[in-house]
Structures are given as structure tokens and as C-alpha cells.
């Protein structure tokens, strides 16, 4: 059993972690901490790892001490830039048999989407973008649009790959979506949508679509849990969960 | 069997439209005419339906001449505005049992989606449309998307339908499209399509989406002579194929 | 305003219709009855329409009490068949400004699936249906596919189209799906997915597709207003709620 | 540059590979034979790698002799089983510098789509499969949704699956598909389309789905000249175009 700490337990995704966590046959939670709780709490527990779904304010707080405890940390919280990177990767060489996974998005199935979408870019001469949201979204394109954009254009970039052909000399403003590295991005915001997002290849003769729906939080929690069974046999910072997946 | 001339047959649409009517059962192809040949061969030949895949300098005086001659016209050629319907309307009244179809899209799947949106518009809080077109169209969004969305836009205004919910306050230029009458259309250049369309639908708790797919030219065809079958028996000047479909 | 009862208010439905009607702005909730209570509440409140989502053993009594009272009624209830709708038409013969919805489904967008479904039935060669629902649904095709298919069934009867292509020679049991009045249905069963529907057309060079997915049981509550705010104006007995769409 | 064959040049694969070889800016058409043809012109004109589009009959004939003479070969001929696979892997070791591509699927995006639907199997409780097809195809399922079938099971038996969830109790017969080693793949036949696939992963909260849509045979054609290229460099037996993708 992996003794399983919450901090931000109170919140939307803690309170979710909380219910999968104690859900989950090979781990107990033992502390569910929230913003007027003592860090003490984990170790009288003996909390083996925390999940933190706190604020950019208090997180570094929680992990430089959670890493001096040698509690792994699974961590959901934004925020990180590369300082803040570089901040953790210190404070784990001295402690070096702790695990900290910072984990922008705990979506299996998006982390799935971005890495194929990633893999196929060199083989395809097109490729766009094409993201679908509930209308009370407040920015487009979505961060996971972005972040698949970058990563096609990485791809594209390493194998070589010309620019997308597009022969458009009359538009309308906006018609062809925003530019993200070269990569055309979509954003549609309809009721009754949750979170969206296509990925469209195309080459002579054929098509390749990968599209991922979200439709409930809880959706999440797969991601937080492989993340909490993987992280005590990851010592060191690993940034996306990704690399807690057998994609390769 | 209906006896038909085809006007512009060295065309792509015109030779698309000589071996339809060949392979009819009920028509039988009279005539085929192009740029250097004289119209009186229709007569000749016993032409009681035209159709005329031709080009805006000549299509007037090709229509005057048939509405002369009491034959019937299905007219694929771009270039109709208000006065130049008002002109066949004159030149109708003077052969009133004379029919001529002015048809912008002869795609029977197009139209259907269009009247379907019109139709599905008042019920529905939210919509966007994605025009998906081969990257070798030099215009965007395409103009069937530009229309859907003023049927749509019209069918809300009627229905008293407030304006589409959307929060976006941050965002990439071109994002969320281009704004045609308040709706929000969506161009995708792609590798590997030839021409798409998707209307999407959005209110609390479900969406309805409505999608053509185009693949070859071959694909106006039925338009066409559903066209040809309807036009001896509906004399005067019709705008659009909607209106020899039982849609209603 | 209309004054509204509901039936069966404890139930999922019955519950979600309560709070759908005292959301309107042009209703007032003014009963809410379930098993153990009396009908009469229904005229001591006043209530012009009823809302009835209770069971197959009750509903007829239901029905039969308040036509007596001149309380229209919309049912979502199930169990009508040739015979009881009979029935209805009897009793609604005796109070004839009295009006009563059976509505075997509430979706105005599985309603405008249909209807289009059927509309474009008679212009294309081919069409299959597929639905894809939760895996724990215990039914297959569900019983909106079988409707769709019947009504395209009848379209295409109607239209004197022939049978559908299909050259299969080889195959597993089960691979080209189920029969229904000649129309191919697949049904499809995801965790994570809710209800959802897809029918196809196709023809030489095109497809058609008409989606309909459907998230929450709330979206059910803009066809039951629907039907509460018609009732009133539509004497007799109505079945189907296309027939208060203005589809035609 | 690098001198290719093509075999069975007059048949619809092989006159598109010579189209292909001809357009490539690395590649020199140096030999296109057919059935009359000696493969004697293939050492006369230099070749270094032959493409064989032929019939199973004559194919291994052709390999034992191009494998003799050191030539590189990229098979796209059906018809081999294990034992043919053995011979093939014997007669190579007497020509350790010479490489044989054997590739039952040359579509860049079909082999994608399998290689991604096997990574993506473990991490969902559901899926299923979708292949869409023209009316004229005489077998159902088809055979790259079998085989992508039989990858997913391969993957959820190692990843130690369990079954995947079905409450369904009552059905028409083939509503739920066909069982392909525990997957359910359901084959949808409409004129219009020409060959696609749609695999459908699911879990709580979310859905997974890759699409493969093939237009044209022309689209075969960047796996063919993918094996041309990397063929001189990988001596022996490779059976997959999916060898020569740099996937992991």
C-alpha cells in the first residue's frame, strides 16, 4: 500500500485525488491537508507521497519541505518556469533518492494524443489544429492546442519538413485560425462542449485524425494515480507524465 | 426522355454533364456545345432542356435566346446578382411556360446541410461552422460556409435568438475564426481533402453536427439532373436546387 | 405564466423537470406530486399543464383524471401503445379543448436527427446507422437507432429507392451489424461515453452525416418546455414532439 | 541516386510505383518489367533495389533470384505465411548484405494508426473498432482492422486487461459487431467513401480516437519509396513497413 498525503484537499482536483486515491486498492489516504493544516501532518501520518494541487504561491514551500522529508511529490499545481525548475532539480541532489513529477496536464489521453501527434508530424505534409471548448473558456487557442502545436513544429523542424502548403490570397479575417509556430490552431467554443481537441494529418491521398474528449475531472485521476505508483522508483525531476508512460 | 443540350460541354462541369445524360435512362443528350458553335443546333436537334456550364461574359445571352425558343434552362454558371435575375425575370414573363434553375450549388449534400441548419439554427444556444478544403484554394472560409452561416444567422434572427455565448478575452489573432453575421467560421487547408463542411450545434448538455464531405465533381451531378427531370414542370425562375427538393 | 404540476417528482426525470420549470421565466411550478400523493393538489394549485414521468402501471389513470379536469398534459412515460393511444383519443373526444404530448423522446436534437435522417433518405444510395453509448446500456441498437432506421426505411419505400449496395461475400458473424427493415445498425459500446448517434448517407463522390451527441439528462428539459409551453394551444392528443418543431 | 525495378509493372500498384520512382528526386527508374520480362534486365539496367507488386505464384521466384544477385527488395505481393518468411530468412543468409522489405500494409497513416492504437491500448477499460468501406469491398471486416484488432488484444493481454465492459442483455443479432479476439469490430459499407478506420478508446471521463481516411491508392505510395530508401540499409528479413518509422 502506498501511504498517499493531499495538499489543496479542499479544492476542485484535491477533493477528486482524495476520492480516487482512497478508491484505489494499492494506496490509503492518510492526510488530506488544505490551506490552515501543518506539512507536520504528512510525516505523523508517514505520507510516502504527496499529491499537490495547491497555488503557484505556496507549492515551492510545500516541496522544499516535502523533499527534505524524503516525500515524493506527484504535482498538479502551475506555475513552473525554468527557475523554478532549476530551484527543484538543487534541492533534489540532496536528496537523491526522491521523486518529484511536475505534471502540466493528467490527462492520459491528451499526454497520448500530443506524443502520436508528435511522432506522425514528420510524415505528413499538412497538419492543423483544431480545438472545441464550452463557451465560458476565457482563452483560445487552449494551452494543450499550444503545447501540441510546439511539439509538431519541434518534429517538423528536426525531420527537415517544408513549410504547410496554403494557397489562401482572399480571407476573412481569422478564417484560417491563429499561427502557433507555423501550425494552424482552431479554437470553437460551443454549449454542451466540455474539452476538445483534433489533431488533423494530411498528405496525398490521405488523412490521419487524432482526437481526444474529456468530458469530467475525473477523467484525471487515472493520470494523478499512475503518477503516485510510479514516482517512488523515479528519483530526481521529471517534468510531464509522459515519461511515466511505455510510449516507446 | 428528355431531350438535352449541354452549353460549355468541353468544360469540366459541361463533359461531367454530357456523360451524365448519357448514362440517364431517362434523358438522351442532343447537343454539345462549346465556345465556337451556334446555339440554333439546339433547336436543330430538338434540345427541350439546356444546361449551361459556361461562363458569366456569355450565360445572358445563351439564356435569352433559349427563353425564346421556350427551352428550358438548368444554369451551373457563377454570376447571378439581383440584376441580372431581374432581367430573366423580364424575359420569363414573356414565355411563361419557360423554366429556368439558377443553381449556386449543385450538390445535393451541401444543400441538404444548409436547409438542415436553417432549420436546426433556432433551437441551439451556440454554433460554429468548419469549412475543410485541399490547400490549393486561394479563398477562406469557402463560399458555401459563408452561406450557411447567413442562413443560420438569419434563421436566429427570426427566431428572436440572442447572441452566442462566448468569454474569450485572451486569445491569438484569428483563434476563433472569422465572424460571418455573428457566426464563427473556421478555414482548414489540409493535404488529402477535396471539400468538407461541418455545422456544429451546441446547447446545455448536447450537440448536433451536420457534416458534408465532397470527393469528386462526379458528386454534383445527381444536382444537376434532378435539375433537368423538375425544370419543364416549373415554369418561371427558381434560385437554388432547395427548391425541387421535398424538404418541406 | 404557466402553471405547471409535475408527476413522478422524485424520479430522475420528474426532479430534473421541476427545477427546468422553475428556471422559465414563463412558468411557475405549482405541484409537485409523487406516489404517495393526491391528484387533486394538482386543482386545488391550479395547474394548467402536467407533466407526467411516472410508470406504465399509473400513467393511464393519470391521463384519464386530469383530461376530466381540462389539465393538458405532457408524457414522457413510456408503455403507449396502438391501444392506449386509442384510448386517449376517447377520452379527449369528451373535453375537447384539451390537450395531451406523448413524447417517446424529449431530445430536440435526436428529434432533428430523425426528421433529417428522414428527409435525406430518398437522395442517397446508401445509409447505416451507428450508435455508441456507456457499456453498461442493456439493450442493442437502442431503441432511437431502430426509430431512425424505420423512418428512413419508410422514406426510401416511399421514394421507390432499391436496396442498398453491398457486396459482402466474406464475412465474421456480426461485422456488418444489424438489420432493421433492411437499414445496417452498429452499436457501439465506450466507457466514457454517454449517448450518442450517427447516421451516414452516401452517394457517388459524397457523404452526409448527421450526429447527434447527447451529454446530461438536462438536455432533455428544452424539449419538455417545449411541449408545456404548445400543449395548451394544441387540442387533442399529439404524438411525437417533431410535431411542435417547425421543421416543415 | 538510387536504381530501382519495378516488377509487375502493368498492374495498378506497380504502374503507380513507377510514376512515384520516376517523381522521386533520389530515385532512377531503371527497369520496369512485367510478366513477359526477363529478370536478366534488372542486372543489365543496374538495379539495386526492385519493388514487387506481382502475384503470389511467381513471387518467390523472383526474390530467390534478386536475393542471388544482391538486390534489394521491397515486396508489396500478398500470400506470405511463416513458412514462406523461413525460406526467405535461409536463402538471405547467403546474401548477408542483401535486405528484404516484406510489407502486408505500405499506407504510412494505416500503419501509424495501428502502431498507436497498440501504444494507447493499455491505458483504456474500452475500445473498439469502426472501419468504413466502399459497397464493392467483399469482405467484412477488413483485414488491416482485424490485424489492428489483433494488435490491441496483444497489447491489453501483456498490459493484463481485464475484459472489456458489456452489460448488454438484448440485441439484434449483429448489433454489437464482430469479435475479433475479444474486440468488437463493426464494418460499415456506403458508396462514397473508399476506405477509412476509426479505433475508439474509452475510460471515466474520456475518449481516444484515431482515424485513418485513405482517398487514393497514390497514398501507398510514400510507404513504397519509405522502403526503397532505407531497404539498402537493413540487410535481412524485416516484415512491417512500421520497421522502418521512427516510432519509439
Known amino acids: 500500500m502506498i501511504k498517499v498525503g493531499v495538499l489543496g484537499a479542499k479544492g476542485k482536483m484535491g477533493a477528486q485525488t482524495c476520492l480516487a486515491v482512497e478508491e484505489a486498492d494499492d494506496c490509503e489516504l492518510v492526510a488530506r491537508l488544505d490551506q490552515a493544516d501543518e506539512l ?27 523533499i527534505e522529508q524524503g516525500i515524493h511529490a506527484v504535482v498538479g499545481t502551475t506555475g513552473f518556469d525554468e527557475s523554478r525548475l532549476s530551484t527543484l532539480r538543487t534541492w533534489l541532489e540532496a536528496s537523491p533518492s526522491t ?11 491528451a499526454v497520448l494524443m500530443m506524443q502520436f501527434a508528435a511522432k506522425a508530424a514528420r510524415y505528413y505534409e499538412s497538419v492543423e489544429i483544431i480545438e472545441l471548448h464550452h463557451p465560458d473558456k476565457v482563452d483560445a487557442p487552449s494551452g494543450t492546442a499550444r503545447r501540441t502545436a510546439e511539439l509538431i513544429a519541434a518534429a517538423r523542424a528536426e525531420a527537415g519538413s517544408g513549410p504547410i502548403p496554403d494557397a489562401t490570397t482572399t480571407s476573412l479575417d481569422g478564417a484560417r485560425g491563429a499561427d502557433v509556430e507555423g501550425i494552424r490552431v482552431h479554437g470553437v467554443r460551443l454549449r454542451g462542449l466540455i474539452a476538445h481537441q483534433e489533431v488533423l494529418f494530411g498528405d496525398t491521398g490521405e488523412t490521419l485524425t487524432i482526437r481526444h474528449d474529456s468530458m469530467a475531472r475525473v477523467s484525471f485521476m487515472a493520470g494523478v ?11 530526481g525531476l521529471t517534468v510531464g507524465l509522459e515519461h511515466f508512460m511505455d510510449l516507446d
Open 40 to 66: 507536520e501532518e504528512l510525516t505523523k501520518a508517514g505520507a510516502q507521497v504527496v499529491v499537490d494541487f495547491t497555488r503557484p504561491e505556496v507549492v515551492m514551500d510545500n516541496l522544499e519541505w516535502c
Open 99 to 109: 521523486g518529484v513529477l511536475i505534471a502540466p496536464n493528467f490527462s492520459i489521453g
Open 225 to 235: 494515480l499512475l503518477g503516485v505508483r510510479r514516482i517512488s522508483g523515479t528519483p
